[in-house]
């Protein structure tokens, strides 16, 4: 197979020296391989010959990155490794200011890396866990499906007493390592998944730079945590296109709105949106008119069909941020919404026809749920299917309750995703 | 005029509670009684609201109760609004059915209900009601659309009218000698308890009484609520410390429970938190949601609960007496004390109720229209 054609990326463990090794590769889906350090002269001309091959990869902070001028690949070296918080562990979970599970998680990350730098691919990686040797593939398994689920690819790290027993042709090993191969063919499978956009009607805008960096990424983070699905823009690429649809623009930045920026978003809010932003940025906006005063953090105003929210304060908790946008823009535009989630997260995407639904289904206890798990959505199913690697893909039940359309989710480990087609355009 | 009240109006009512004084006995000659109305329903289909209307009507009908009355409707959302038990949705379980909710908002809007107000202090939350709706699925606008003037407030904290309304105990209460709550539950001619049929853990069952215990808001009665005022900032938290354990009192603005020696046991407390509201906040009307609920608990965080369905519906003008027919519906006594079921491990808070003159439990004293009792029993430890 053609490298181009594998999509998979393996970092190359430094204790293998044999270029025999590059046959075991070969056979597998992982077509790229990364070399933290210089490639050894043993390798480097077959490993050419045979494959992508990337020499000490510059990863980056994603706080960083200069996202109007990020590189293709955008490569981001302070992922995490997906889990449960540190204390984490079944009941035990160390619980977060959210109140909920903390978990570690990526997808944020690169959803918003994806937004920021369109038509880039995205390579994340983070440390190996402490007990690594120790673990089993399913761990490595749900690192992976957690960026391919949100469109990135994370270069496979072979813990070193696995690399070493898969060198040495040890059957344990090679069952582990087949099993990797197993998930990430799977994925490439279901590569066009990778480009349907985010199902969401809020729009994040920020420069994500300099002061700004950390409110915006905060907020991304921690409304993802709520399974509040968003889109990210840098203030040069909103226009009423991308806007189509939206229901609010969250603008984070402190500069105050101008120029074309401020025309769009004049325009998205006179025909019915709401924007949230600082009472600063809104400054050179005239024509605001006082919406009542119910609200302890925004003065709420009213500008043509819509709304603009003005923060009283600097973005100070960002979870309380996020909690706000979420409320102000209303639970009633979220594309789903789960029951007895406990650790899942989920991420809508829908179809470029807009006619199917996906939904991505994280679980960051890497156990089954303790409680049925249930997805529910606004919006009507025709049919829906249930798919997760090394299961055959089925029809998922669809039953309908007071509020809408719902689907049980069976126990799974790591990761499901639900397909649902339905009659209208998915992310209303 | 409200029934069972002779002329006083709510508004006077609440104005001359304040200055009765606390009697020094807690046994009264004779508690109130009222008329309960039990209906058969099967769903929360077509056939519900003819069995709602039909109940209103038994007990005098709802043009009576709420023609150009405000009307405040406190329903009860206990637990997470994100979690079930199994696959069942949390309103044929441990919420009232919004079918129930609607339903009856309609019937006062058609009787002529100036205003409803449907008031939860939602589940360790201050954030607006409808929102929470949405949080466990439901849509708020069928609600919005019932009546005329339909409006929702979230009572863990002063909200719209940003004060609070003193409630004060008749006799000094049990427990508590009075209570701040959101003007929801003053600013208004008729309150409602809309409940669900559910035992509890603490209290042995909840029903119309024990709905009302939500109402006490977070600011003042949760566990991070302000030491001397009020915290409007901080009304995520549950009752635990303040009214559960008595580990720490109520804002200091508040009236504050009498704690000198008493047992800091949830079985203990409990019971007499919820009947010295009843005692303190009038309530007018009970309807007791018992189409699909659960058994064995309150909210699906109780181990061994499950699902049933007992199609019932019980509405009541008295609350102690409305959920006394509806304990007598699961299956129990309601005149059973600490030690019986369904209080085996707490004090009954239909009999502390009953001593402070809320109502009766005694259903010899209570007429019963619609289904009689023993046709309508569903036991519940079955």
Not at chain 1, 335 to 353: A, E, H, K, Q, Y
Request: glycine share 10%; proline share 8%.
């Amino acid at each position: 197979m053609q490298p181009a054609s594998r999509p998979g990326l393996l970092e190359w463990p430094a204790s293998w020296t044999d270029p025999a090794l590059l046959g075991l590769v070969e056979d597998s889906p992982f077509g790229t391989l990364l070399f933290p350090q210089a490639l050894p002269e043993a390798i480097a001309a077959p490993a050419r010959a045979r494959f992508r091959v990337v020499e000490r990869p510059g990863w980056r902070k994603h706080a960083e990155i200069d996202w109007p001028r990020a590189a293709d690949p955008v490569l981001i070296g302070d992922g995490v490794w997906p889990a449960l918080g540190e204390a984490g562990g079944g009941d035990t979970a160390e619980a977060g200011p959210t109140g909920l599970p903390w978990l570690e998680a990526n997808g944020w990350i690169i959803r918003m890396a994806r937004d920021l730098a369109p038509g880039a691919e995205v390579w994340i990686r983070s440390d190996l866990p402490e007990d690594a040797d120790r673990a089993d593939a399913s761990l490595f398994a749900f690192a992976h499906c957690e960026a391919r689920a949100h469109g990135a690819a994370r270069p496979l790290s072979l813990p070193v007493r696995i690399a070493a027993a898969l060198a040495a042709g040890n059957a344990h090993a090679a069952s582990w390592w087949r099993a990797l191969c197993s998930v990430e063919s799977w994925w490439r499978e279901r590569a066009a998944w990778q480009a349907w956009p985010t199902a969401s009607r809020l729009w994040v805008v920020s420069d994500f730079a300099g002061p700004n960096q950390y409110p915006a990424a905060e907020f991304l983070n921690l409304a993802a945590r709520r399974n509040l699905a968003w889109r990210a823009a840098l203030p040069r690429h909103v226009d009423g296109a991308r806007l189509q649809g939206a229901a609010a623009v969250a603008y984070v930045d402190q500069a105050p709105l101008e120029g074309p920026l401020l025309e769009q978003l004049e325009g998205f809010v006179r025909q019915g949106g709401l924007l949230v932003c600082l009472e600063a940025a809104c400054r050179a906006w005239r024509g605001l008119a006082p919406a009542g005063s119910g609200h302890p953090r925004f003065q709420l105003m009213r500008f043509g069909k819509g709304r603009v929210a003005l923060s009283r304060t600097d973005w100070e908790d960002p979870y309380l941020m996020a909690q706000d946008v979420h409320l102000l823009m209303s639970r009633r535009h979220d594309v789903v919404r789960l029951f007895n989630p406990g650790s899942i997260l989920c991420w809508p995407v829908m179809s470029p026809d807009r006619r199917r639904l996906l939904v991505h289904l994280l679980n960051y206890s890497r156990r089954g749920a303790a409680h049925d798990v249930v997805l529910q959505t606004w919006a009507p199913v025709k049919a829906a299917l249930v798919e997760r690697p090394g299961s055959a893909r089925r029809a998922a039940g669809i039953r309908r309750e007071a509020g809408g359309c719902e689907i049980d989710i069976e126990p799974f480990d790591t990761y499901c995703a639900i397909e649902m087609e339905g009659n209208q355009d998915a992310s209303r | 005029m409200l029934p069972g009240k002779g002329n006083v109006t709510r508004r006077s009512f609440l104005a001359s509670a304040a200055a009765i004084p606390a009697a020094a006995g807690r046994v009264l000659a004779e508690a109130p009684a009222s008329r309960v109305a039990i209906a058969r329903c099967d769903t929360y289909g077509q056939e519900l609201h003819g069995a709602l209307a039909r109940l209103l009507d038994q007990l005098g009908g709802a043009a009576r109760l709420v023609r150009g009355k405000t009307v405040t409707v406190k329903i009860n959302l206990t637990g997470s609004p994100t979690m079930r038990m199994g696959r069942t949705p949390a309103e044929k379980a441990q919420y009232t059915h919004p079918a129930v909710i609607g339903s009856l908002v309609r019937l006062f809007g058609d009787a002529g209900a100036r205003r409803v107000q449907i008031a939860e202090g939602c589940f360790s939350s201050d954030e607006p009601l409808e929102e929470f709706l949405l949080a466990a699925g439901w849509d708020p606008a069928p609600l919005a659309a019932a009546a005329p003037q339909v409006v929702f407030e979230n009572t863990n904290t002063a909200g719209r009218a940003r004060g609070y309304a003193r409630f004060t105990t008749p006799r000094g209460g049990h427990l508590f000698p009075g209570f701040d709550l959101n003007r929801a539950y003053a600013d208004c001619d008729v309150v409602v308890s809309i409940a669900k049929l559910k035992e509890h853990a603490t209290c042995g069952v909840t029903l119309g009484m024990k709905n009302m215990f939500g109402a006490t808001p977070l600011t003042i009665y949760g566990d991070y609520a302000g030491k001397d005022e009020p915290d409007e900032t901080n009304a995520r938290s549950g009752r635990v410390m303040v009214m559960h354990y008595g580990r720490r009192p109520p804002s200091g603005s508040a009236p504050q429970p009498r704690e000198d020696g008493t047992p800091r046991d949830d079985k203990w407390r409990m019971p007499r938190i919820v009947a010295d509201l009843a005692a303190a906040l009038p309530v007018h009307l009970t309807v007791i949601d018992g189409i699909d609920t659960m058994a064995g608990g309150e909210g699906p965080w109780i181990p061994g609960c499950r699902p049933v369905h007992p199609g019932l519906l019980i509405a009541g003008l008295n609350p102690v007496c409305t959920d006394a027919v509806a304990t007598a519906c699961m299956g129990f006594d309601p005149m059973a004390a600490r030690g019986a079921p369904p209080f085996e491990r707490c004090d009954s808070f239909l009999e502390l109720a009953e001593q402070l003159g809320a109502g009766t439990r005694d259903l010899r004293r209570i007429e019963v229209a619609g289904l009689p009792v023993e046709k309508a029993v569903f036991r519940f430890r079955a």
